[in-house]
């Protein structure tokens, strides 16, 4: 407090015979002069308050400013709050440190800095201790600079996400499909959401541990990291739990004692023609890096006969030994499973494709809520950190209410846009 009087005393003085710009040089020097780079710290409004030299040069030269003299208390409270600012809103809050408690202000920062002291005294009927114990917890908290406090906390949440993600989501669907036969299907299904959730929620955790980032962008990062690693959909779904090649290969076999064989194969080919762009381009590359040099609608061109002595307009049942012949039936028996059982709604052509679809479009519907969420749930155990078993069963709650209605809504429109 000293320190300012002395400054505006210096500042009136000079403002008597020289200009503006030459009063706040002369101050500047006053300073410079006075306080060292070195007992800068030592200037009680500082102590504890993270803010580089020239920060704190700019709080002084505003501070100069004032015409009602805030308390040393009220100045460091206030320079505590900037601090946990991003770069940009800090530098404009310590510019505005000037209206700390006067009859008008304009300042948002001042505004924030004002309700907030209010509220902290009214939560604890001005208890100084106490108040100034959870302004310190509360500034740790949000702030956008990492420190111990809320990098704890974010430890804690990656965790917590987990964990419980991973509890609600098994318990969610063992309840939705409670009713449906417990068969390998159901298992291999399980199995691949689990492991899913277990990897989404790590890499999603990561991407919102980020303490500088606004919690919309950490919503957004956490759903592209999502989508990233949801190409897995595409490139294994099919392969690990999809039963349908496992039909097409007994449906294929069935084919050897069938009358009709020659029908089918066509039926079949005709079911494929009809199949959309991707499953083909997928297909047609499967075959390629199998060294199976025909087309799998060969039959459909006019050219009967292959290089290898397979008459695709005739053929045997003793063609369906020969694997070149097999792969190419086994993946047109595969489109005519899908074509049997796919949505109405999502439709590719691909199961792992229309998983993927559908993912992309109901995750991004989720964005507001997932950033509400992580936003609550990253408060109560930051917050908390004074009673963590209290934090933790505050934040199961919050997490598996919202996870089980959550699970059942994907469950229920997953099923019905694309069938799975």
Known sequence: MKLLVTISSLLLLISIEISANDCTNAMKGFLTDNISKNNIEQIDIFKDVDLTNSEKWLALESLSRQKNKATDERVHNYLQYASTLREKERIQALSDIDQLDQKEINSKHVQRFTKLEKKFSEKFANNVNEISSYRNLYNSCHSYRPNTVNSEAVSSFKKFNMALSLGTFAASYSYYNMDKEKDQEWFLKLGYDLANTIIFSYFGSKAQSNIEDSQITRGIKSYLVARVLGLEDVAFYNSLVSTDNKKAEERINQLKNDPEIGNKVKDLLNTYEKSGVYRKFRDNLILELKHVKHTITLGLNGNSMDTSGV?????????????????????????????????????????????????????????????????????????????PKLAFFKAFLLNTSIGVLNNQLLFSTRDKLINQ
């Open 311 to 387: 008459d695709w307009n005739n053929i045997r049942p003793e063609d369906l030994d020969r694997n070149e012949v097999k792969d190419v039936l086994v993946m047109a028996a595969m489109a005519e499973i899908y074509q049997a059982s796919k949505s109405e709604y999502i439709a590719t052509s691909d199961k792992g494709l229309d998983r993927y679809a559908f993912n992309s479009i109901y995750y991004f519907a989720q964005i507001p809520r997932n950033i509400v969420q992580s936003y609550l749930t990253f408060e109560i155990l930051c917050m908390g950190q004074k009673n």
